[in-house]
């Protein structure tokens, strides 16, 4: 992997930016690549061909770029003719019409059908539901064989749900194909106007992404939102925001169906010190009316940019948000436990759990739990890594909620994981685990005091054998400005933001 630096970083930002800014049409925006979330090593991987002293777009790249979209468009017509469900999506029998608020959410494996709250918005669409209000939740499931699972697992609430279908109707397929097509010619022709090689290599290679398999995902999506919305006729839409392009394609979906509909985006994860696209307004089809934030923290970072000043309107909290702490009060002296919680990506779970191994190799009075987050299984990481291979005693895979782990926790190893927000409101040490030359990807960047940022095995032993000796002393102490740091970044819920905005009382939040 090579790796972007912050200067390189911030040339990237500016142009893919540009082009995004000036966009007026849905194609281009539906291109994944174009959107730079933040300054992630996964993220910024897809551009470090970038900086290659070869041409990206050279003989071997034009060979492999045609074959992948070959067998992208193969594997949409092939999924679209033999689509077990014929619908735009599967879910509840009947939709009511229209409704209050419509919600758009997304699940990470099958188990999650059977969860009573939504992993995203927990139980705010439950309470709305039992205020009399209108609810509808469409959901994106991001496994395979969706409806099978669906007819095994769904577990009814009380408000209705739809989940998009994989594929659509050939001929709906083969629509979206010629969009991108027409789309991708235009980005060919206008990277060989440009004065720059950096653009040119930036718009060739975006030619290319469009016939990929994210572009349609996300072009598929406006069609059956556009579709949706014509069958419920929300008042209000909601969904969450992190900068990605289907975010700004529903945005756009909303506008064009219903424009005196209200469009609330709802940051829902921390806003990072390299965040990027979620800071970015673009065309105004594109962009909400209203940025709810989970945060005080969050409401504040998104202010800093003018151009979103208007848009930005309250906190909504978290269904992350701290309640209390009476998990710290449980805890057993001697019981020595690191829980290690990676982000939903397969190559930060390898890079946390490798380094987790070695320290538990040469710490075996410590047990180290490794959490995952939903969108990833032991199962799916064991066809990737053979560190799961003769594990040590001291290492246990995680089956309980993230309350139990944290429990019986002392410290907490992350990287980018927001997780981490949670455990050191319970008084857990965070341990960060900084990978040299690496930009930093740390949620914790503001706190300055009480975490440690980890660069080998040695920093490990050396922190927690203090700890251990001083009996976690600065764990107590440093408790109530976690919590408070905590209760910035993720509040409580208040529903009654969404009163307000039903209501256009927009000036009262």
């Known amino acids: 992997m090579n790796f972007i630096n912050e200067k390189q970083f911030r040339k990237l930002r500016d142009e893919l930016n540009g082009i995004l800014i000036e966009s007026n049409n849905k194609e281009r925006i539906s291109i994944p690549w174009l959107h730079l979330i933040r300054a992630h090593p996964i993220f910024l991987n897809r551009y470090s061909n970038l900086y290659s002293k070869k041409n990206p777009i050279n003989f071997f790249s034009k060979i492999y770029y045609f074959f992948l979209q070959k067998i992208t468009w193969f594997y949409i017509l092939f999924g679209s003719f033999f689509r077990t469900n014929k619908n735009s999506w599967f879910g509840s029998d009947e939709l009511p019409k229209n409704i209050d608020y419509l919600f758009y959410s997304f699940i990470g494996n099958p188990n999650q059908f059977q969860n009573k709250d939504d992993f995203y918005f927990g139980k705010i669409p439950s309470a709305l539901q039992q205020n009399n209000k209108k609810v509808v939740v469409a959901i994106t499931c991001l496994f395979k064989n969706r409806v099978k699972h669906f007819k095994n697992y769904f577990k009814k609430k009380s408000y209705a749900q739809v989940y998009f279908s994989k594929f659509l109707s050939v001929k709906q397929e083969i629509k979206i194909h010629g969009l991108l097509k027409k789309e991708s010619n235009i980005l060919k022709r206008e990277s060989s106007l440009v004065n720059g090689v950096f653009k040119n290599k930036i718009l060739n290679i975006a030619s290319k992404k469009a016939l990929l398999f994210g572009s349609h995902s996300n072009l598929r999506l406006y069609f059956q939102f556009i579709e949706l919305l014509n069958k419920t006729k929300p008042k209000v839409v909601v969904l969450l925001f992190e ?11 909303v506008r064009k169906t219903f424009p005196k509909t209200v469009c609330i985006s709802y940051q829902h994860s921390g806003v990072f010190k390299f965040s990027n696209s979620i800071k970015l307004k673009l065309k105004k089809e594109f962009n909400p009316d209203i940025i709810l934030s989970s945060g005080i923290s969050g409401k504040n970072e998104l202010e800093k940019e003018i151009e979103l000043r208007k848009i930005i309107k309250g906190v909504l909290g978290s269904s992350r948000g701290i309640v209390n702490s009476k998990y710290t009060i449980k805890k057993t002296e001697n019981n020595y436990t690191c829980l290690v919680i990676p982000e939903g990506l397969v190559n930060e779970c390898i890079s946390l759990f490798t380094f987790s191994l070695k320290c538990a190799k040469v710490s075996p009075n410590i047990k180290f739990i490794w959490r995952l987050h939903p969108l990833i299984t032991f199962d799916k990481l064991k066809l990737k890594s053979n560190i799961f291979i003769n594990l040590p005693s001291n290492i246990i895979l995680s089956t309980n909620s993230i309350e139990n782990d944290i429990e019986i926790s002392k410290w907490i190893l992350y990287r980018g994981s927001s997780a981490v927000f949670k455990g050191i409101s319970f008084g857990l040490r965070p341990l960060y685990f900084n990978i040299t030359n690496q930009i930093c990807i740390d ?16 920093e490990f032993i050396e922190i927690t054998s203090d700890d251990i000796k001083k009996n976690f002393k600065s764990h107590k102490n440093y408790l109530n400005n976690n919590i408070a740091f905590c209760k910035n970044n993720f509040g409580e819920i208040d529903i009654s933001v969404f009163d307000k905005v039903l209501n256009n009382e927009l000036q009262k939040l």
Do not use: C, M, T
């Open 243 to 253: 900068g990605h392009a289907y975010e700004r394609l529903i945005l756009s979906a």
């Open 443 to 458: 949620p914790l960047y503001k706190l300055n005091d009480f975490k440690v940022s980890l660069n080998n095995v040695k």
